[in-house]
């Protein structure tokens, strides 16, 4: 070995996160009209993170218990936390939990759930150690999805169709044509609720249609639920597509994340959700996955786990929870409403309807590249180079401000 220079020398500088880097560029701007349209979190109207009043009263309960402990957890997680987690996903009346073919993984958040699906999946599923089988992700989708595929092993990635610019709305014709094509087998990853970054999901009858192409094709879904509960407000209206499937006999996987729906962004609070055919299933499934995290993170950490799994298991808590989560959905719902008003009120070039259309955190708003780099350069508004902005980031102060800023952007470059 040469006595000097470094034996990393030959590692290239990996691009930084596009989200972290718009917020570290927010961060260092001094402009007091400043506006942070591209942080994927909560926000109150003051433009505050919020720690949601029933998890500051559980965190309370929990560091008075003396009974508990530092203790390593089972690998698969917080017993508690996973049945509940599965059961909010499921429903309280799912003949899957009742059939006891359901399992569930605690992972570290939704990426983490996702990884652990997509590492047994490549491990196991249609073949072992099979890399071929080709990953359909959503054009677009969260930047996320593809790496976390890639990553595990996967080949083939593979993108489906899913918004049409034109009518800023669901492209279901090619969706549907896209899984009519796919290879059998395929796994297609399907946004729960609140299409992370368009806004847009499928109606119930759409789900039906996908469903229905879906199991004609002997496709898997791999469903990713990071919002439930925060979309619309309602829990069972935001989990209908997972309902649905296991209602219609697939086998799948839900990646559910309580970042969003409880605040705990930093606990990195997860759950895969398991449903297979039978119980054996189930559990020759879960003894493999276990063994994929003893080697990846061994034991999964405690104290966010027991705040979500202490506030399922209490119907006072649980009661409170929903009202927490229903305060979030309706802020995020009016701040898309009083937008809308504002874009139309001030004549605003195009139709501003999908902004009211589309759900949950984000809203695609079809702004271009040019549109958007004026909207940073010379109005210091940071959103996301797709256009896709965090409608958590509009508040009463700033609305007129982003409005008509908006309005100056599509004027002047069209």
Not at 82 to 94: F, H, T, Y
Not at 317 to 343: G, H, I, P, Q
Request: net charge neutral.
């Amino acid at each position: 070995m040469a006595a000097a220079g470094s034996l990393f020398a030959s590692v290239p500088r990996a691009p930084p996160v596009a989200v972290f880097q718009l917020t570290a560029d927010f961060r260092e701007d001094r402009d007091p009209r400043k506006v942070n349209l591209g942080v994927g979190a909560y926000r109150t109207d003051e433009g505050q993170p919020w720690v949601l009043p029933v998890v500051k009263k559980v965190e309370q309960k929990i560091a008075n218990d003396a009974s508990l402990n530092h203790e390593y957890l089972p690998i698969l997680g917080l017993p508690e936390f996973r049945a509940n987690a599965s059961r909010i996903a499921l429903g309280e009346d799912s003949r899957a939990i009742k059939e006891n073919r359901v399992g569930g993984v605690q992972c570290l958040g939704g990426t983490g759930a996702l990884r652990i699906g997509a590492e047994f999946l490549r491990r196991w599923y249609n073949g072992t150690n099979n890399t071929a089988t080709p990953i359909y992700i959503s054009s677009p989708s969260w930047e996320n999805h593809n790496a976390v595929f890639v990553n595990a092993g996967f080949k083939d990635i593979r993108a489906y169709r899913y918004w049409d610019a034109a009518k800023r709305g669901l492209d279901l014709e090619g969706l549907l044509e896209d899984m009519e094509s796919a290879p059998e087998f395929s796994i297609f990853v399907l946004h729960a609720c609140a299409h992370n970054p368009t806004g847009t999901d499928p109606t119930l009858e759409q789900w039906k249609q996908i469903a229905a192409v879906m199991k004609r094709r002997f496709l898997f879904p791999f469903f990713d639920s990071a919002y439930q509960g925060f979309a619309s407000g309602c829990l069972d209206r935001d989990a209908w597509a997972v309902r649905y499937f296991v209602s219609e006999g697939f086998e799948l996987f839900c990646a559910q994340s309580f970042s969003k729906n409880f605040g705990l962004y930093n606990e990195r609070v997860g759950n895969l959700s398991v449903v297979g055919k039978d119980a054996d299933n189930v559990q020759r499934v879960l003894s493999q996955m276990e063994k994929i995290v003893r080697t990846i993170w061994s034991n999964p950490p405690s104290q966010g786990a027991r705040i979500v799994a202490t506030t399922l298991t209490c119907p006072q808590l649980f009661a409170e929870w929903k009202d927490n989560v229903k305060t979030m959905a309706d802020r995020v719902l009016l701040m898309r409403s009083e937008l809308r008003a504002r874009l139309e009120a001030l004549g605003t070039p195009g139709t501003w309807n999908h902004i009211t259309e589309q759900i949950g955190m984000f809203s695609f708003t079809g702004l271009n590249p040019k549109q958007v780099e004026y909207m940073i350069k010379e109005k210091h508004i940071y959103l996301m180079a797709s256009g896709r902005i965090n409608m958590c980031g509009l508040t009463t102060k700033n609305l007129d401000y982003v409005a008509s800023s908006i309005h100056e952007a599509v004027t002047k470059f069209q």
